[in-house]
């Protein structure tokens, strides 16, 4: 068996210990080293870890990096398949194989041992130092340490590193990613003090009953404890009490310095007080409960591949804070340490996972699964050792995950053993093991709704084995993995939300996933899978994040500030109150202060400051509004009034200002009325007291205020002076990503039932045209009504437009019928119309800034917006239906081809594009839509939902839209 099939750990390297920050020489060797990269081991060059050999016509690359994202090999896709034959722990012959050199001088005032440390190599690397042997590591993300000592020589020294793409480890690394090989961490040379500290366990306990503070520094003996800022000054290994402390949390991360040394080393380390614990079957962190909400991270950088910058580190963890974001799940491996550093300064909880999944066995019902094969015990344990050594003095960790998608095992058992019996500070997490034996929380990904809620009342179905069952029921939920972010959506964030609050059991969860894995183009653009030649790949299911790869927020990031709210706002403008219920675990509101506006028709008419009180954690309290707020006198206008909690000071992650929460309310209807209805009634569409236009036949065409339409068809084919298309019925939408995909193989998807029913090629009869029999006489109102539906079946959609004009505008009251027997959800009820491409802005009074769809518009505030045409659409990596802006009343389009008006009655949902739908499906890139010479401008009486289905939950009903008799009123002028 060769080094790199051995399915152990690898040999040579030291035992695993805590990433510390040393006053130890250290000496980075990240750089540019020489590289050569082989298909095969076969044709790697032989002896290339010699002194001597000559490396002068190789390539020069990068170090830390994943040598594809430089042009060597390309990177690869799945998310379960292994893309080699399932033959643990053997791999093909075709395994890329990357050497790399670096010759290196050692500075004339190194001297004594040293260690050499590599943060990450994938999958599997043999080391040389000055043509010595170190050793072997696999365990692509968790750091390996080499004695090196004695190899060191003074001057010149060489370090040469053999890199395997496969390898037995990989069996263990199949986690929904690129598949990106290369020595993508740091590499340093790091001394070794005679007398220094060989590793630091800090324990630092927090009593919430007594405030107190428990610490406990586990070092070297002698070693001695440091932290001025408390007084302490002690030795390791002596318990120290301490009687006032202020705890550490994800609200308010509390850090204290403190330095652990002996005579010849001393390490730097930020200590955070707080205790885990589970009681009464809730988790909870320093005697409170907590709640995730959370996102699943992974490291991906769309020029870099696993090589993350620590600026843009530190920029995601801000992009997170701003947006309510409090806690991390890794998956699926280590991230990158410096990120837990700043976790732990920022202030998020961590769910800290192991490299380590073993998803492709699922296609093969799990046989063989390497989580269940004792020939990978060793491997596994040593992952978990050195995930948790590693990690084991940040606060902000408070659990351990095994891993993820692993199935069950021995394996998974033994970690989980080994992990309880190292840290009993924090329970440990994994989800795949239904039965929750050796865990201690019980987590599922994907659950719906109705499961979450079962699981909140204790309800779930049973396991067989009633012990497990009754253990696992007392346990607290968390959901690891939910609301997948593909494309657009993931819609039913608040209804999650709700949940979470109503029962203390169900303690939040983390959403899938924070970015998208594209990767850029040269051309510009990103690529997702198999756009690289993969033979096999799982495309554009890659592309579920929150935000794009360049960390620009996705508009479902504003969904989810709204859903992660810490404070929540209900106004009551009528009853002049504010009700505000602090929902952080553990901070009051003194952080905050409160804002109002009140506008008319979105133009603000008052604004002013309300007194914040200071309301403890998980209680409410109620405003008074002062009473000058709310006397305006009142006026026609739709007058809406919106509070919001802003941050009272600048904070390590937002300046002061920054909207943490807000609620709007219209002002002068009863506040439980339904802020919008998208199925209102329709009002009488003409009113009598103004001057109603009459239709009039003119040559081929019949003309209505406005409007020409076609005589034959009855289909608006002018208004005023521009030419207009006209589609009167649209039941489609380009496929979203949520759309196109479903997590159970036995549903099909709905952009296959879509395209199976013909939704995308509808076909249009003309009925009757009521004014061609009267038309001669002239009259006020064209009747139209147009059998919609498309080929091969009886479904159809009688289509009826009323249409009327009066003070030079058109109004269509619509109404729609479905005949037939429909056999698939419709995607939309709406109206497109084409207009020349010279209107370039859109200024809408509706929901905005951002689109709303049925189930993602908790965001969306009414007001006055204004976007260009451009700015309106949302460039998702695979294009797809984007960009609706909703509960429009009135809009407003303009440039140089004039100014025409939309409106609604109530209102309709606006998308503006320069390409029309069919050509927004068939497109493979942003870069593939050409803006065409019109503006294609689509309004929707309903939409479906956007749901999430891709990885199981179901769409909730209420945004799953069925064939449905509607009617809808719009007016252009
Ligand atoms: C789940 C995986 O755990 C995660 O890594 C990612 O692939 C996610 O799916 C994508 O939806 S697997 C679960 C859907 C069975």
């Not at 929904?176 to 001394?191: E, K």
């Not at 025409?900 to 009655?905: C, H």
Request: glycine share 8%; proline share 8%.
């Amino acid at each position: 068996m060769t080094y790199y099939e051995d399915p152990g750990p690898g040999y040579g390297a030291l035992p695993p210990r805590a990433a510390l920050r040393s006053d130890a020489s250290r000496l980075s060797l990240n750089g540019t080293w020489r590289f050569h990269l082989a298909d095969s081991v076969a044709t790697a060059p032989t002896g290339f870890e010699r002194d001597d050999f000559d490396d002068s016509a190789w390539d020069l690359l990068a170090v830390p990096s994943s040598w594809p994202m430089h042009g060597f090999g390309r990177p690869a896709y799945t998310n379960q398949p292994y893309p080699f034959p399932v033959d643990p722990p053997y791999v093909p012959d075709e395994n890329p194989t990357g050497d790399h050199r670096l010759e290196f001088e050692l500075p004339g005032w190194w001297h004594g041992p040293a260690v050499l440390r590599f943060d990450g190599i994938d999958s599997c690397a043999r080391i040389w130092l000055n043509g010595v042997e170190l050793g072997v590591v696999r365990g692509s993300r968790v750091p390996s340490e080499f004695d090196v000592g004695e190899h060191l020589r003074p001057g010149r020294n060489l370090l040469a590193v053999r890199v395997h793409q496969w390898s037995s480890g990989s069996y263990l690394e199949d986690q929904d990613m690129w598949w990106l090989p290369g020595i993508f961490r740091d590499v340093t040379l790091i001394a070794r003090p005679v007398g220094g500290l060989t590793d630091v366990f800090v324990h630092a306990d927090y009593d919430h009953l007594t405030g107190a503070g428990a610490l406990l520094v586990e070092a070297d003996p002698g070693a001695r404890v440091r932290i001025p800022e408390l007084g302490i000054e002690t030795e390791a290994g002596r318990q120290v009490m301490i009687p006032a402390v202020e705890p550490w949390s994800a609200e308010l991360p509390r850090l204290y310095d403190a330095v652990v040394a002996t005579d010849a080393e001393s390490v730097e380390l930020r200590i955070g007080f707080r205790t885990v614990a589970i009681e009464d079957g809730v988790l909870t962190v320093n005697g409170r409960r907590v709640l995730f909400h959370g996102v699943n991270r992974h490291e991906h950088d769309p020029v870099l591949g696993r090589v993350i910058p620590e600026h843009r580190l530190r920029q995601e963890l801000l992009v997170m804070k701003r947006h309510n974001i409090n806690a991390i799940r890794t998956s699926h491996y280590p991230p990158d340490s410096r990120l837990l550093a700043l976790c732990d300064e920022l202030g998020f909880w961590l769910m800290d996972e192991c490299d380590y999944e073993t998803h492709g066995f699922f296609l093969l019902d799990w046989r063989g699964n390497p989580a269940d094969d004792p020939s990978f015990e060793a491997a596994s344990l040593d992952r978990m050792r050195r995930l948790v050594e590693r990690d084991k003095n940040h606060p902000s960790v408070i659990m351990w995950s095994l891993g993820n998608e692993a199935g069950t095992g021995r394996n998974l058992d033994a970690m989980a053993a080994w992990t309880k019996q190292r840290d009993p500070s924090r329970p440990v997490h994994y989800e795949g093991d239904l039965s929750c034996a050796s865990v201690d929380v019980y987590s599922r990904m994907y659950a719906s709704h109705a499961e979450v809620d079962a699981i909140g009342r204790r309800a779930e179905e049973p396991l067989d084995d009633p012990v497990l069952d009754a253990r696992r029921r007392a346990m607290p939920f968390v959901l690891c993995e939910y609301s997948h972010a593909g494309g657009n959506g993931p819609g039913g964030l608040p209804e999650y939300e709700e949940l979470f609050h109503r029962y203390p059991r169900c303690q939040g969860g983390f959403l899938w996933e924070w970015m998208e894995h594209g990767i850029s183009r040269p051309g510009g653009g990103y690529a997702y899978g198999g756009e690289f030649g993969e033979e096999l790949h799982d495309g554009t299911y890659v592309l579920d994040g929150l935000v794009f790869p360049d960390l620009t927020p996705q508009p479902v990031l504003a969904e989810v500030r709204k859903a992660f709210e810490p404070v929540h706002l209900t106004v009551d403008p009528d009853a002049r109150k504010l009700r505000l219920a602090n929902r952080y675990d553990s901070a009051d509101t003194s952080n905050l202060a409160l804002q109002w506006e009140l506008a008319d028709d979105g133009v603000i008419v008052a604004r002013g400051v309300l007194d914040m009180p200071v309301v403890a954690a998980a209680t409410e309290a109620t405003v008074e509004w002062p009473k000058k707020a709310l006397d305006l006198p009142g006026s026609d206008a739709e007058r809406w009034l919106t509070v919001r909690a802003v941050l009272a000071a600048d904070t390590a992650w937002a300046p002061a200002g920054h909207e943490i929460a807000f609620g709007q309310a219209r002002v002068g209807v009863p506040p439980t009325a339904p802020r919008t209805a998208v199925d209102a009634a329709v009002r009488p569409a003409v009113d009598a007291a103004v001057r109603p236009a009459v239709a009039r036949r003119h040559g081929g065409a019949v003309e209505l205020g406005p409007g020409r339409f076609d005589a034959d068809t009855g289909r608006l084919v002018g208004l005023h002076e521009w030419d207009v298309d006209h589609v009167p019925l649209e039941l489609w939408r380009a496929p979203t990503q949520h759309d196109a995909r479903t997590w159970d193989a036995t549903t099909l998807d709905r952009k296959t039932r879509w395209a199976d029913a013909g939704l995308h090629r509808l076909r249009y009869r003309t009925v009757s045209l009521e004014k061609t029999v009267s038309l001669e006489q002239s009259a006020d109102e064209l009747t139209v009504v147009t059998k919609v539906g498309p080929a091969a079946v009886d479904a159809a959609v009688l289509t009826t437009y009323r249409w009327t004009s009066t003070d030079g505008r058109l109004t269509a009251a619509v109404e729609i019928e479905p005949v037939g027997r429909w056999t698939v959800p419709w995607a939309r009820v709406g109206v497109t119309l084409g207009l020349p491409a010279g209107f370039q802005d859109v200024t809408w009074f509706g929901l905005g800034p951002g689109p709303a769809y049925p189930d993602s518009r908790a965001a969306g505030r009414v007001g006055t917006y204004t976007a260009t045409v451009d700015d309106l659409q949302i460039p998702y990596l695979y294009p797809q239906e984007n960009g609706a802006r909703g509960d429009v009343r009135r809009a407003e389009l303009s440039g140089p081809a004039g100014r025409l008006e939309l409106a609604g009655d109530p209102v309709f949902s606006l998308t503006v594009r320069r390409w029309t739908i069919s050509e927004l499906a068939a497109a493979a890139h942003p870069e593939d839509l050409v803006p065409s010479d019109r503006v294609w401008l689509t309004l929707d009486a309903l939409q479906h939902g956007l749901g999430s289905p891709t990885s199981g939950a179901p769409i909730l009903p209420a945004h799953d839209l069925q064939p449905q008799a509607h009617r809808f009123t719009f007016t252009l002028g």
